[in-house]
């Protein structure tokens, strides 16, 4: 169905002195706080649900331990030549955690490539292809978006709504715009935008939350109290997510199927990228994503994870189950749990909700950013979340592959200082070899001196079995792709892919040590207690200026030219040894310059069946986008609502729907802006004085806003208009 899009009609002369209710009639529906000092009653008996292979997960964790401990002891071997020092003995018990992660993330993707070898079958009879089910329920499909650019997220969301629509049951599913949009300029662009696509059809609804409480979990929540009693399931889009008709109609047809499924998680397929960094991410996606997402889902079971994007959830399991709470304490740790999906997965899990992934379900989409700058400021935000998981680790209830997502995400960070802590150990002992003259004969009573060395065959065996345990799914991956004719095709032949996982393999290995110094930064940054805030993720280009990239890039650089240094002190081979490392490090710069450059939309190299064949829905994106009022308007919002009738109408509807203020509590800019206003002689010269959120303020205020869309124009503005 992904090719039956219906196009639509963009009205710019909006409806002049009338405008529809942006919302519908409410329905609300309670969402009590949960507590993880004990655990609730359980909605789902889980002696009732199917049957979550135990014996899968004790396969993964025996082939995990049975790696871990060849690798452990084969290091141990290593050190244990004259004995085990202090550092020698940091040096084993770091190498022993980070060679666990590595070998369960090997197991699992073994898993996936079994899987996919013999064929998927989940628990779901989630077909993914052939005629589409029929759809009694109710969807609500929930665009959350904080101060995005209206013109490209709202045409996301419009070809996603066509592509519905043409499947025949598009009067299921009602569309929501939940905005938090700080940016007064955004909220009125957005609303150019909404009124724009009314003309495509009904079910389009637009809110704008005056207050941001608890960010996007927060978002949710509050349409969950509102509105959440009139759907049966909700689909939670992310503001770069784009879903077919078709993948949406047979995910609800089979929560239909399955009373007892709380969520269906889909494994989004990248596309759009515009730089060299973006174009690595979305291969390495494409090319190992499925097999990765096949090998956890297919252990998981019905204790998947959710990624608080691109997924199907019973509206009514939601609200009786995750509430969230604020975690104790002060910021970063206390406060709004931000990393909130992990969360309300475990919590669903803990009511006895099934939980699953759909890997090889086609139709969902989703952008990465642009750089690696860009991406690391996201990183810090998740890093952030993740570590808050740690208060949540001990609460009651929740199922053991629920604390071990917790513990994964956490380790998806902390793992990124245990490896440079572990470099510089491994440093360190051979500057101490080097230049600290040794105690051949201890104080204890011995016959022979003790000679302090380390076995450097087997130090390269060790080397050799991890760089293994590493690329090894690499290659099953391309294995996958090849024998496979369409998908083989689809990226550009077999010799295409091979180069493009050796080049993305290259590039990968010069940005992973960089990124180690990112996330450690950011892990030292929590720890002394710095909150990553809420800021607005780019999507843009990837243009950064020179200056900004040196600076940022300067520590990364600084700890390699250090390490290449100290190596050189000791001994080339040593030097050698670390090349991968240092290598990354020095050239941060220049790598950074590289990656960021813009790519052609069908590479040579790293393209992607979506580059080579692009989804329908994904041109119908770009059709719409062109269609929609253009953002990067240097009209100001005030202004626009004043010349606008429609927009004004329509923004005052969405004013009459929102929640009245607290008595007692005083918005300072709104005191601000009340006061200058009634200063103001005209509107030119009271938008002059008036500051984003002075504005903010303003607009959302009806009484005020009334007041300055009355106020006369400037001689300016009056002698223009003649």
């Not at 599913?173 to 949009?181: E, G, K, P, Q, V």
Request: net charge neutral.
């Amino acid at each position: 169905m992904d090719d039956v899009i219906r196009p639509i009609s963009v009205d710019r002369a909006h409806p002049t002195g009338r405008s529809r209710d942006p919302l519908p009639a409410e329905a609300p529906l309670a969402m009590p706080e949960q507590s993880f000092a004990e655990a609730p009653p359980r909605m789902i008996d889980r002696s009732t649900a199917a049957n979550s292979g135990g014996w899968r997960r004790l396969l993964i964790m025996l082939g995990t331990a049975a790696l871990s401990y060849a690798g452990i002891d084969e290091m141990y071997q290593v050190l244990k030549v004259g004995g085990v020092t202090i550092l020698e003995g940091l040096v084993l018990v770091l190498f022993a955690a980070l060679f666990a992660w590595v070998a369960l993330s090997f197991v699992s993707a073994l898993a996936g490539f079994t899987t996919l070898l013999r064929g998927w079958r989940d628990d779901l009879d989630l077909a993914t292809d052939g005629p589409l089910p029929a759809l009694t329920s109710r969807v609500a499909m929930l665009l959350p978006t904080y101060n995005e650019d209206p013109q490209t997220v709202l045409a996301r969301l419009q070809a996603t709504r066509e592509s519905t629509d043409a499947t025949g049951s598009g009067a299921q599913f009602d569309w929501y715009i939940l905005s938090d949009t700080t940016d007064p300029a955004v909220w009125a662009q957005e609303e150019k935008c909404f009124l724009a696509l009314m003309a495509a059809g009904d079910r389009l609804f637009y809110r704008h939350r005056a207050d941001n409480h608890a960010r996007k979990s927060g978002n949710i929540e509050d349409w969950v109290k509102r509105f959440g009693a009139g759907y049966d399931f909700m689909v939670i889009l992310d503001a770069d997510s784009v879903m077919t008709g078709d993948a949406l109609v047979r995910l609800a047809a089979a929560m239909e199927r399955h009373p007892d499924v709380g969520l269906i998680q889909t494994l989004p397929v990248v596309v759009n990228a515009r730089t060299l960094f973006a174009r690595l991410q979305q291969f390495a996606g494409r090319m190992y994503g499925p097999m990765i997402a096949a090998g956890v889902a297919w252990w998981h079971g019905s204790e998947s994870n959710y990624w608080g994007h691109n997924a199907i959830i019973r509206v009514a399991a939601f609200a009786a189950s995750t509430g969230l709470p604020n975690l104790p304490g002060r910021k970063p740790f206390g406060g709004s749990i931000l990393s909130h999906d992990f969360v309300e997965a475990a919590l669903l899990r803990r009511a006895g909700w099934r939980l699953h992934m759909a890997p090889t379900l086609r139709g969902s989409y989703e952008e990465v950013p642009p750089t690696m700058l860009d991406f690391a400021a996201r990183d810090r935000r998740w890093c952030q979340g993740n570590l808050q998981h740690a208060a949540i680790l001990p609460a009651r209830g929740l199922h053991w592959v629920s604390r071990l997502h917790f513990l994964t995400g956490i380790g998806a960070y902390i793992t990124a200082p245990m490896w440079l802590a572990f470099l510089v150990a491994g440093i360190l002992i051979s500057l101490q070899a080097q230049y600290v003259r040794p105690e051949y004969f201890p104080k204890d009573f011995s016959l022979f001196p003790v000679w302090p060395a380390q076995d450097p065959i087997r130090a390269a065996w060790v080397f050799a079995a991890t760089m293994g345990l590493l690329l090894l799914p690499k290659l099953l991956a391309l294995l996958l792709v090849l024998i496979r004719r369409d998908t083989r095709v689809g990226f550009g032949g077999g010799f295409r892919a091979f180069a493009g996982l050796m080049f993305e393999t290259l590039l990968s290995g010069l940005t992973a040590p960089v990124m180690m110094i990112f996330q450690s930064t950011a892990v030292g940054q929590i720890v002394m207690g710095q909150d990553s805030g809420w800021q607005l993720q780019h999507r843009g280009d990837g243009s950064i200026p020179l200056r900004d990239v040196a600076r940022r890039y300067a520590l990364p650089t600084l700890i390699g030219v250090a390490m290449a240094t100290s190596a050189l002190l000791v001994s080339w081979p040593l030097f050698w040894w670390m090349t991968p490392v240092i290598l990354g490090l020095v050239l941060a710069i220049p790598v950074a310059l590289l990656t960021n450059r813009p790519t052609s939309a069908r590479p040579a190299l790293l393209a992607t069946p979506e580059d080579l064949a692009a989804p329908p829905i994904l041109g119908r994106v770009r059709d719409i986008a062109a269609m929609l009022p253009p953002s990067g308007s240097d009209q100001d919002p005030l202004l626009a609502l004043r010349s606008d009738r429609g927009l004004l109408d329509l923004h005052l509807a969405g004013l009459a729907r929102q929640p009245a203020r607290p008595r007692g509590r005083i918005d300072p800019n709104l005191a601000l802006a009340r006061a200058m206003v009634a200063d103001a002689e005209t509107i030119d010269e009271l938008v002059s004085w008036l500051s984003n959120p002075e504005k903010r303020a303003l607009m959302g205020d009806t009484d005020l806003l009334l007041r300055v869309v009355a106020l006369p124009a400037s001689p300016a503005e009056s002698c223009g208009s003649r």
